[in-house]
């Protein structure tokens, strides 16, 4: 019922899922940029950046990245989870947690011990294991959260 795939192993193709994440995160000046950041990721167990959908029945309901930097100044943290979103209406059924364990095992696989990610949520990163550690600062300059997650514990 559910699944979790590459965006570019995508049944549905490239540009529909690129569509779903521009749409949840991006505005009318952007689409280039995201565009072209997941048609130059990669569909491998390496390297970065990685995207990936959430699937219900085929149909795409979520999505989240495996990123080098999530437009924060920590440039000297990663990798980062970015991105993550579960549409409003399949949300209460831990799939923000699937995601995220997702997320998890990728990094883990691909040789990192520590992810990271940024938000101004508060509270829910934290049930899943996340530690706040600090706060960065967007391009615009205001301050947000910065949380990592230790992938060495079993």
């Given amino acids: 019922m559910f699944e979790i795939v590459n965006m570019k192993k995508y049944a549905g193709g490239i540009d529909e899922a690129i569509q779903f994440y521009h749409g949840t995160w ?3 000046r ?8 997941i048609i130059h990721s990669t569909d ?8 990936y959908v959430l699937l219900k029945h085929g149909r795409i309901i979520g ?4 990123v080098v930097n999530d ?7 990663c990798p ?4 993550l979103y579960v549409i409003e ?18 990094a883990k696989k691909a040789g990192y011990s520590i992810l990271y990610l940024t938000t101004d949520h508060d509270g829910y990163y934290e049930k899943y294991g996340w ?17 990592r997650k230790l992938l060495t514990e079993e």
Avoid at 63 to 66: D, E, F, N
Avoid at 92 to 101: A, F, K, T, V
């Fill in 80 to 83: 980062w989870l970015a991105g």
């Fill in 71 to 77: 437009f924060i100044s920590r440039h000297d943290l």
């Fill in 63 to 66: 999505c989240y990245g495996l």
């Fill in 44 to 51: 491998g167990n390496n390297g970065l950046p990685r995207f």
């Fill in 30 to 37: 952007n689409y280039a940029f995201y565009y072209d950041a």
């Fill in 26 to 28: 991006g505005s009318d």
């Fill in 89 to 106: 209406q399949e949300r209460g059924h831990s799939l923000g947690s699937r995601l995220l364990q997702h997320g998890e095992a990728e």
């Fill in 131 to 147: 530690e706040r550690i600090e706060d960065g600062y967007e391009h615009s300059g205001n301050a947000t959260r910065i949380y």
